[in-house]
């Protein structure tokens, strides 16, 4: 199996370049901005030193296809899908927060609820709860976009106390993020699944915002199978579900956690492969969608060649 770890383009009119935790993104003459979904897999905000066969492709059609599904609530930065792991659009300031939504009480809430905590990002929530259980309401908890490092919590008040995002901008991302979040979870319904959590990234073009980066993904949300959720949960069992977890809970088990002095475990091929295995059944899951593996002998030359033939014409 071939995977992209990383790639060295030169387009014409390229402007800028930047290497993010999983995508590698080209400036093209100021204006356009073309974004490659590499085959890189992070986790607690580390990049994990092998990369992942068709993960790049995996999440860059999910996101497609969720953000042509939610363009009538907020645009989108999106002009051009040229290649299953490249998408092409207008470049955005991005704001300086991600809005994470949760609609349950998992992951990282949960690590700090059951830590004691009963506040996360400045939104309180009841005693009595566990693991997975369905909140009262879905909240926003946000984090600040850290370009190195891991993202922090932060809360509504601290944003707009330190002008990190106007008043007028915060609660249009909060509308946003709040309807992207009720659509997610009426399309996951579809599938069979629950929208446990997820988080949004926007930006502006002059006064107006469009939703950036990718929606949806098993990088950036969690999905639970709908099917048998109240009987686990009365049970006190594990929820079955489609998310990035299953690499955090491998990387826990065998000593890491993202600290200072841990070591990343040996990634072994099966390790990787059957990474690559759960990516795919994410896909399919996620969007009813049969994947189909693109194993092109050259990808780089695929990913290029598509990328300047649409560059032609933008």
Avoid at 206 to 213: C, N, P, R, S, T
Avoid at 239 to 264: A, H, M, P, T, Y
Wanted: charge should be negative; charged fraction near 30%.
């Amino acid at each position: 199996m071939k995977a992209i770890r990383e790639t060295n383009f030169n387009f014409p009119k390229q402007s800028n370049f930047y290497k993010g935790k999983v995508r590698d993104v080209y400036t093209i003459d100021h204006r356009l901005m073309a974004m490659v979904v590499t085959d890189r897999i992070s986790a607690f905000d580390v990049v994990l030193p092998e990369a992942i066969p068709f993960k790049g492709q995996v999440l860059n059609q999910i996101a497609a296809k969720f953000l042509k599904a939610t363009a009538d609530i907020v645009p989108n930065w999106v002009l051009a899908v040229p290649d299953e792991m490249v998408t092409i659009g207008r470049i955005c300031e991005p704001f300086k927060v991600e809005m994470v939504i949760r609609g349950y009480l998992a992951g990282h809430a949960w690590r700090e609820y059951s830590a004691g905590k009963r506040s996360v990002c400045g939104v309180s929530l009841p005693e009595g709860l566990k693991e997975n259980d369905k909140l009262p309401e879905p909240i926003i908890t946000p984090t600040t976009k850290a370009h190195v490092g891991h993202d922090e919590d932060i809360s509504r008040a601290d944003i707009l106390a330190k002008g990190i995002v106007s008043m007028v901008d915060y609660d249009k991302l909060e509308e946003f993020t709040q309807a992207l979040y009720k659509r997610g979870t009426e399309i996951a319904a579809e599938r069979g699944l629950i929208l446990v959590d997820t988080k949004y990234e926007f930006g502006k073009v002059g006064d107006e915002i469009f939703l950036i980066d990718e929606i949806h993904t098993p990088d950036s949300s969690r999905y639970f199978y709908a099917e048998g959720y109240q009987e686990r949960q009365d049970a006190d069992e594990p929820q079955k579900q489609l998310s990035k977890e299953f690499v955090r809970k491998w990387l826990i088990e065998n000593g890491f956690q993202g600290k200072d002095g841990q070591v990343v475990p040996v990634m072994t091929p099966d390790i990787v492969a059957s990474i690559s295995d759960r990516y795919i059944e994410l896909y399919e899951q996620i969007t009813g969608d049969t994947f189909v593996k693109n194993d092109h002998d050259n990808i780089p030359q695929r990913i290029e060649q598509n990328v300047l033939k649409s560059l032609n014409t933008l």
